[in-house]
Protein backbone atom coordinates (compact mmCIF):
# COMPACT_ATOMS: atom_id res chain seq x y z
CA UNK A 1 0.00 0.00 0.00
CA UNK A 2 1.82 2.98 -1.36
CA UNK A 3 1.10 6.28 0.84
CA UNK A 4 1.05 9.90 -0.64
CA UNK A 5 2.19 11.77 2.35
CA UNK A 6 5.05 11.55 4.61
CA UNK A 7 3.79 10.81 8.34
CA UNK A 8 3.83 14.15 9.87
CA UNK A 9 1.85 15.52 6.67
CA UNK A 10 -1.03 13.07 7.64
CA UNK A 11 -0.89 13.93 11.51
CA UNK A 12 -0.73 17.56 10.06
CA UNK A 13 -4.32 16.95 7.99
CA UNK A 14 -6.09 14.96 10.02
CA UNK A 15 -5.60 18.34 12.67
CA UNK A 16 -6.96 20.59 10.10
CA UNK A 17 -9.60 18.41 8.96
CA UNK A 18 -10.64 17.94 13.01
CA UNK A 19 -10.59 22.34 13.73
CA UNK A 20 -12.71 22.16 10.67
CA UNK A 21 -15.15 19.13 12.04
CA UNK A 22 -14.87 21.42 15.54
CA UNK A 23 -15.78 24.70 14.09
CA UNK A 24 -18.71 23.61 11.89
CA UNK A 25 -20.06 21.74 15.03
CA UNK A 26 -19.87 25.47 17.30
CA UNK A 27 -21.27 26.51 14.31
CA UNK A 28 -23.90 24.31 14.07
CA UNK A 29 -24.98 24.74 17.42
CA UNK A 30 -25.11 28.36 17.40
CA UNK A 31 -26.88 28.52 14.50
CA UNK A 32 -29.64 26.22 16.25
CA UNK A 33 -29.81 28.04 19.71
CA UNK A 34 -30.05 31.44 17.58
CA UNK A 35 -31.70 31.15 14.27
CA UNK A 36 -33.52 28.10 14.22
CA UNK A 37 -32.49 27.58 10.56
CA UNK A 38 -33.01 24.20 9.61
CA UNK A 39 -31.70 24.83 5.93
CA UNK A 40 -28.15 25.86 7.16
CA UNK A 41 -28.22 22.55 9.69
CA UNK A 42 -28.63 20.34 6.60
CA UNK A 43 -25.50 22.03 4.40
CA UNK A 44 -23.37 22.05 7.75
CA UNK A 45 -24.30 18.18 8.26
CA UNK A 46 -23.62 17.39 4.92
CA UNK A 47 -20.60 19.37 5.10
CA UNK A 48 -19.30 17.34 7.99
CA UNK A 49 -19.92 14.09 6.43
CA UNK A 50 -18.34 15.16 3.17
CA UNK A 51 -15.34 15.73 5.34
CA UNK A 52 -15.21 12.73 7.22
CA UNK A 53 -15.87 10.28 4.28
CA UNK A 54 -13.04 11.34 2.03
CA UNK A 55 -10.41 12.73 4.39
CA UNK A 56 -11.38 10.00 7.15
CA UNK A 57 -12.84 7.75 5.77
CA UNK A 58 -10.47 7.89 2.51
CA UNK A 59 -13.27 6.37 0.12
CA UNK A 60 -11.38 7.81 -2.74
CA UNK A 61 -9.59 4.62 -2.26
CA UNK A 62 -12.35 2.61 -3.81
CA UNK A 63 -10.96 3.86 -6.92
CA UNK A 64 -7.27 2.72 -6.29
CA UNK A 65 -5.82 0.16 -8.88
CA UNK A 66 -5.52 -2.98 -7.57
CA UNK A 67 -1.73 -4.33 -8.64
CA UNK A 68 -0.82 -8.31 -8.66
CA UNK A 69 -2.16 -11.66 -9.38
CA UNK A 70 -6.20 -12.32 -7.11
CA UNK A 71 -4.05 -13.66 -4.56
CA UNK A 72 -1.85 -10.75 -3.39
CA UNK A 73 -2.44 -8.76 -0.38
CA UNK A 74 -3.06 -5.81 -2.29
CA UNK A 75 -5.65 -7.10 -4.32
CA UNK A 76 -7.42 -8.94 -1.99
CA UNK A 77 -7.71 -5.75 0.36
CA UNK A 78 -9.12 -3.74 -2.44
CA UNK A 79 -12.09 -6.50 -2.73
CA UNK A 80 -12.20 -6.58 1.03
CA UNK A 81 -12.30 -2.83 1.14
CA UNK A 82 -15.23 -2.73 -1.70
CA UNK A 83 -16.88 -5.54 0.20
CA UNK A 84 -17.02 -2.86 3.65
CA UNK A 85 -18.40 -0.40 1.78
CA UNK A 86 -21.43 -2.05 0.54
CA UNK A 87 -22.05 -3.41 3.94
CA UNK A 88 -22.05 0.05 5.37
CA UNK A 89 -24.48 1.10 2.77
CA UNK A 90 -26.56 -1.43 3.33
CA UNK A 91 -26.14 -0.09 7.23
CA UNK A 92 -26.73 3.47 5.93
CA UNK A 93 -30.23 2.54 4.91
CA UNK A 94 -31.27 1.35 8.41
CA UNK A 95 -30.32 5.28 9.26
CA UNK A 96 -32.11 6.54 7.10
CA UNK A 97 -35.08 4.85 7.87
CA UNK A 98 -34.56 6.12 10.97
CA UNK A 99 -34.07 9.82 10.32
CA UNK A 100 -37.70 8.89 7.78
CA UNK A 101 -39.32 7.75 10.89
CA UNK A 102 -38.26 11.10 12.87
CA UNK A 103 -39.84 13.63 10.94
CA UNK A 104 -42.66 11.18 10.44
CA UNK A 105 -43.68 10.96 13.53
CA UNK A 106 -41.94 13.72 15.37
CA UNK A 107 -42.21 16.62 12.27
CA UNK A 108 -40.58 20.01 13.33
CA UNK A 109 -40.75 19.05 17.24
CA UNK A 110 -38.04 17.48 18.91
CA UNK A 111 -37.58 16.09 22.58
CA UNK A 112 -37.05 17.50 26.11
CA UNK A 113 -33.27 16.60 25.74
CA UNK A 114 -30.28 18.06 27.87
CA UNK A 115 -28.36 20.23 25.29
CA UNK A 116 -25.34 20.31 27.14
CA UNK A 117 -25.29 16.91 27.59
CA UNK A 118 -25.72 16.18 23.57
CA UNK A 119 -22.94 19.18 23.26
CA UNK A 120 -20.35 17.52 25.32
CA UNK A 121 -21.29 13.54 23.69
CA UNK A 122 -20.81 15.05 20.44
CA UNK A 123 -17.41 16.59 20.92
CA UNK A 124 -16.23 13.04 22.62
CA UNK A 125 -17.53 11.07 19.64
CA UNK A 126 -15.53 13.70 17.16
CA UNK A 127 -12.51 13.66 19.12
CA UNK A 128 -12.32 9.55 19.01
CA UNK A 129 -12.67 10.39 15.40
CA UNK A 130 -9.53 12.54 15.50
CA UNK A 131 -7.16 9.69 17.45
CA UNK A 132 -8.59 7.10 15.41
CA UNK A 133 -7.17 8.52 12.29
CA UNK A 134 -4.09 9.27 14.46
CA UNK A 135 -3.59 5.81 15.14
CA UNK A 136 -4.48 4.45 11.39
CA UNK A 137 -1.83 6.69 9.91
CA UNK A 138 0.91 5.71 12.61
CA UNK A 139 0.46 2.38 11.38
CA UNK A 140 0.34 3.50 7.77
CA UNK A 141 3.86 4.35 8.82
CA UNK A 142 4.95 1.59 10.78
CA UNK A 143 4.33 3.25 14.16
CA UNK A 144 2.49 0.48 16.13
CA UNK A 145 3.63 2.24 19.66
CA UNK A 146 1.34 5.48 17.91
CA UNK A 147 -1.45 3.06 16.84
CA UNK A 148 -1.77 1.35 20.10
CA UNK A 149 -1.69 4.10 22.15
CA UNK A 150 -4.34 6.56 19.77
CA UNK A 151 -6.31 3.65 19.06
CA UNK A 152 -6.51 3.11 23.39
CA UNK A 153 -7.40 6.39 23.84
CA UNK A 154 -10.35 6.08 21.03
CA UNK A 155 -11.54 3.28 22.73
CA UNK A 156 -11.73 5.08 26.01
CA UNK A 157 -13.38 8.39 24.46
CA UNK A 158 -15.79 5.78 22.82
CA UNK A 159 -16.90 4.27 26.29
CA UNK A 160 -17.53 7.44 27.41
CA UNK A 161 -19.84 8.40 24.61
CA UNK A 162 -21.98 5.36 25.50
CA UNK A 163 -21.89 5.78 28.90
CA UNK A 164 -22.94 9.38 28.58
CA UNK A 165 -25.54 8.32 26.20
CA UNK A 166 -26.63 5.20 27.59
CA UNK A 167 -26.35 5.78 31.60
CA UNK A 168 -26.68 9.38 31.46
CA UNK A 169 -28.70 10.58 29.37
CA UNK A 170 -31.35 8.43 29.09
CA UNK A 171 -31.67 8.64 32.81
CA UNK A 172 -32.50 12.04 32.67
CA UNK A 173 -34.67 11.46 29.65
CA UNK A 174 -36.68 9.00 31.61
CA UNK A 175 -36.76 11.48 34.11
CA UNK A 176 -38.37 13.98 31.72
CA UNK A 177 -40.91 11.61 31.31
CA UNK A 178 -39.57 10.70 27.81
CA UNK A 179 -40.43 7.21 27.70
CA UNK A 180 -40.49 4.13 24.73
CA UNK A 181 -44.10 3.78 24.66
CA UNK A 182 -47.08 5.27 22.94
CA UNK A 183 -49.57 4.64 25.64
CA UNK A 184 -49.38 8.55 26.37
CA UNK A 185 -49.79 10.09 22.94
CA UNK A 186 -48.09 13.51 23.66
CA UNK A 187 -44.60 11.68 24.63
CA UNK A 188 -44.88 8.22 23.39
CA UNK A 189 -43.78 8.76 19.44
CA UNK A 190 -40.97 11.03 21.04
CA UNK A 191 -39.50 8.08 23.40
CA UNK A 192 -40.27 5.70 20.67
CA UNK A 193 -37.96 7.76 18.28
CA UNK A 194 -35.46 8.67 20.69
CA UNK A 195 -34.41 5.23 22.11
CA UNK A 196 -34.92 3.61 18.83
CA UNK A 197 -32.11 6.20 17.27
CA UNK A 198 -30.16 6.51 20.04
CA UNK A 199 -30.10 2.84 20.86
CA UNK A 200 -29.59 1.70 17.14
CA UNK A 201 -26.32 3.98 17.30
CA UNK A 202 -25.29 3.08 20.87
CA UNK A 203 -25.35 -0.32 19.28
CA UNK A 204 -22.77 0.21 17.12
CA UNK A 205 -20.85 2.58 19.16
CA UNK A 206 -20.65 -0.94 21.42
CA UNK A 207 -19.81 -3.65 18.05
CA UNK A 208 -17.17 -0.84 17.36
CA UNK A 209 -15.11 -0.72 20.65
CA UNK A 210 -15.36 -4.62 20.52
CA UNK A 211 -13.84 -4.42 16.77
CA UNK A 212 -11.08 -1.40 18.53
CA UNK A 213 -10.22 -3.80 21.04
CA UNK A 214 -9.55 -7.31 18.77
CA UNK A 215 -7.56 -4.73 16.28
CA UNK A 216 -5.40 -3.41 19.56
CA UNK A 217 -4.34 -6.78 20.74
CA UNK A 218 -3.73 -8.08 17.12
CA UNK A 219 -1.84 -5.10 16.44
CA UNK A 220 -0.02 -5.51 20.12
CA UNK A 221 1.40 -9.41 18.71
CA UNK A 222 2.64 -7.42 15.74
CA UNK A 223 0.40 -8.88 13.25
CA UNK A 224 0.20 -5.59 11.29
CA UNK A 225 2.72 -3.41 9.23
CA UNK A 226 3.01 -0.44 7.57
CA UNK A 227 2.30 -2.51 4.15
CA UNK A 228 -0.45 -5.37 5.57
CA UNK A 229 -2.99 -3.74 8.16
CA UNK A 230 -6.29 -3.72 6.23
CA UNK A 231 -7.50 -4.95 9.96
CA UNK A 232 -6.45 -1.93 11.51
CA UNK A 233 -7.69 -0.37 7.83
CA UNK A 234 -11.49 -1.83 8.25
CA UNK A 235 -11.76 -0.87 11.77
CA UNK A 236 -10.93 2.92 11.44
CA UNK A 237 -13.82 3.10 8.52
CA UNK A 238 -16.26 1.54 10.86
CA UNK A 239 -15.77 3.73 13.36
CA UNK A 240 -15.64 6.67 11.32
CA UNK A 241 -19.33 5.52 10.35
CA UNK A 242 -20.40 5.48 13.70
CA UNK A 243 -19.32 9.10 14.00
CA UNK A 244 -20.41 9.96 10.70
CA UNK A 245 -24.30 8.24 11.72
CA UNK A 246 -24.13 10.51 14.30
CA UNK A 247 -23.36 13.64 12.64
CA UNK A 248 -27.23 13.39 11.06
CA UNK A 249 -28.45 11.87 14.46
CA UNK A 250 -27.17 15.07 16.84
CA UNK A 251 -29.36 17.64 14.89
CA UNK A 252 -31.83 15.51 14.11
CA UNK A 253 -32.61 14.94 17.75
CA UNK A 254 -30.74 18.15 19.65
CA UNK A 255 -31.36 21.09 16.99
CA UNK A 256 -33.90 20.75 14.61
CA UNK A 257 -37.88 21.15 15.79
CA UNK A 258 -39.14 23.27 18.36
CA UNK A 259 -39.87 21.45 22.14
CA UNK A 260 -43.79 20.43 22.26
Do not use: C
Not at 6 to 35: H, N, P, Q, R
Not at 70 to 81: M, V
Amino acid sequence: MTHTQDKSAAFGLGVVIFIYLAVLTALEFFVAVTFEAISILVVIALVKAALVMYYYMHIYQLNAENEGDENSYAFKTGTNRFGLWLFLLSDAFVFGGLLVMRFNLLAMTRPHLNQTLGLIVTAVLLISSFFMNRGETAMAHGDRKGFLRNTAITFVLGFIFLIGVVFVEWRLAAEEGLVASFGNTSVGPQGAVFYMMTGMHAFHVFTGLIFLALVWNNARKGSFSAERHWGVEAATIYWHFVDLVWIFFYPALYLIGKLS
